[in-house]
């Protein structure tokens, strides 16, 4: 720290953020026909909220490709990964066709997060989903998915309200002893948002569930058992505001965060 508590430059980790996609479209007024990369920006201040650095990783593949640069490059340079929400996951990433079309997911974008995190556990850097990013690492490690809650769990809780969005709130159950309850205190309650129509159906060989839904027992987080840390939640840290009561989510960034650090000192 500097003598203004700051952290200094050197101090402060690099943490890479996955980007979301807008694919190129011809009839887009503005970038007419090109492929955008995007982070959405409190995705990027939850992660920059105890002083480190957010870097949104592009893909170094596609059309226009112009360098040698792949996605080790980045897992090799930046200290730890957060793999963010967004786009459905296509069901041929688990093997299974699509219910309906407007399920069909976004199959570039899980080609590229799959490289992400398969290079970043190689690097044995912390990777952390959120939302999406639980879904996609659960498939990445042969898990599979509800496509879409509401129609193959007509039982279930409502998980997106398209219009409440990240105001719709449901309660948490953690599983006692978890790493997660250790990192939260001991608790075993939350309260948390729910913004996704798609969920965890077949775990991930090698993977717990660390939280669920107490009222249908749909997955809220998972945890790797592997050597390195993998990690995700299902309901976004980044939108939680205090005036909800909803879970106080720094001491999960704080856990990943001092894993970053000890895979960079370990480097």
């Known amino acids: 720290m500097n003598a203004s508590g700051s952290k200094s430059l050197s101090q402060r980790l690099k943490i890479g953020v996955s980007a979301c996609f807008f694919h190129a479209d011809a009839t887009r007024p503005i970038f007419t026909g090109k492929t955008l990369h995007y982070v959405e920006e409190s995705m990027a201040h939850w992660v920059m909220s105890q002083g480190d650095l957010a870097v949104m990783v592009p893909s ?143 775990l991930a060989p090698g993977f717990e569930v660390e939280a669920h839904c107490p009222h249908d027992r749909i997955v809220e987080a998972i945890r790797w058992r592997g050597p390195s840390y993998l990690a995700a939640v299902q309901w976004h840290p980044e939108f939680h505001r205090p005036e909800q009561g909803t879970l106080d989510d720094a001491p999960i960034l704080a856990d990943f965060l001092a894993h970053a650090a000890k895979a960079r000192a370990a480097s």
């Open 60 to 202: 170094p593949t596609g059309r226009t490709r112009r360098s040698d640069v792949d996605f080790m490059h980045f897992a090799q340079w930046l200290d730890a990964l957060v793999l963010m929400g967004g786009s459905d996951v296509w069901p041929g990433s688990y093997g299974e066709t699509p219910l309906q079309e407007r399920w069909s997911g976004d199959r570039v974008r899980d080609e590229y997060d799959q490289a992400l995190v398969r290079a970043f556990v190689e690097a044995g850097k912390p990777v952390l989903g959120v939302c999406r990013g639980l879904q996609l690492i659960n498939v990445a490690y042969g898990g599979s998915l509800y496509q879409d809650i509401p129609t193959q769990r007509p039982d279930a809780l409502v998980h997106r309200d398209a219009q409440a969005y990240d105001n719709n709130l449901h309660p948490l159950a953690i599983e006692a002893g978890s790493r997660l309850s250790q990192v939260l205190g001991g608790r075993t309650e939350a309260l948390v948002n729910s913004v996704h129509h798609q969920g965890i159906k077949d």
